[in-house]
């Protein structure tokens, strides 16, 4: 397997155990914050969303998709920020956020030329990091906080596991599903509370 492979799989894998882990929560599931200092699970949908936008998009892209309220609300640490009150998106507008900026960021990453993978990004700013170490990162980044949707998940009495790396073809089916699951359900998560 290609180091190209091997990276963009497995960001697949981490991504894809972010929204399994999201899959059929309520909306009001989201805003649990379960112990004081330990941010609900929008927030760490919101901040997931920020780092990928900021690798994958600004930094290799020269763009940014999510915007400046996203970056504020979301950046962290937001438990200890006491100003900040209202969440400033519905369910519906972060996870389409997140959909959207996955998806530039996996397009961008899957027409790269390979060796492209071992330097630094095009729009680099301050980063000592080639694409395949901010691969790493963000797939880490992401599983840490999966790790954590799963607990909330738990306490709340919902359950959940771990995708872990089931092979494309079990991803790929089970995202049919999901994708079927949040259209027909996503206008339930419009609300702005």
């Not at 091997?6 to 929204?19: D, K, P, R």
């Not at 600004?58 to 100003?83: A, M, N, S, W």
């Not at 729009?123 to 694409?131: C, D, R, S």
């Not at 790790?147 to 995202?175: C, E, P, T």
Request: charged letters at 25%; proline letters at 4%; one cysteine or more.
């Amino acid at each position: 397997m290609s180091l190209k492979k091997y990276a963009v799989e497995s960001l697949e894998i981490a991504q894809w155990n972010v929204l399994k882990a999201i899959f059929r929560l309520k909306p009001e599931d989201f805003e649990e914050q379960i112990k004081p200092n330990f941010n609900p699970i929008n927030w760490i949908l919101g901040h997931l969303t920020i780092q990928m936008d900021y690798y994958f998009n600004y930094l290799c892209q020269g763009k940014r998709i999510v915007t400046e309220v996203f970056l504020q609300y979301y950046h962290p640490p937001r438990v200890d920020v006491e100003e900040i009150t209202n969440f400033p998106l519905s369910i519906k507008e972060l996870i389409d956020t997140f959909l959207e900026v996955s998806e530039s960021s996996f397009n961008y990453l899957n027409n790269l030329p390979e060796e492209k993978f071992n330097e630094l990004p095009e729009h680099n700013e301050n980063n000592t990091e080639t694409v395949s170490e901010l691969l790493q990162r963000v797939s880490l980044h992401f599983l840490g906080h999966t790790g954590q949707i799963i607990w909330i998940k738990k306490h709340l009495g919902k359950g959940g596991a771990f995708v872990m790396g089931i092979k494309k073809k079990q991803r790929d089916d089970s995202r049919i599903k999901w994708q079927q699951w949040w259209n027909e359900n996503k206008e339930k998560y419009s609300n702005k509370d």
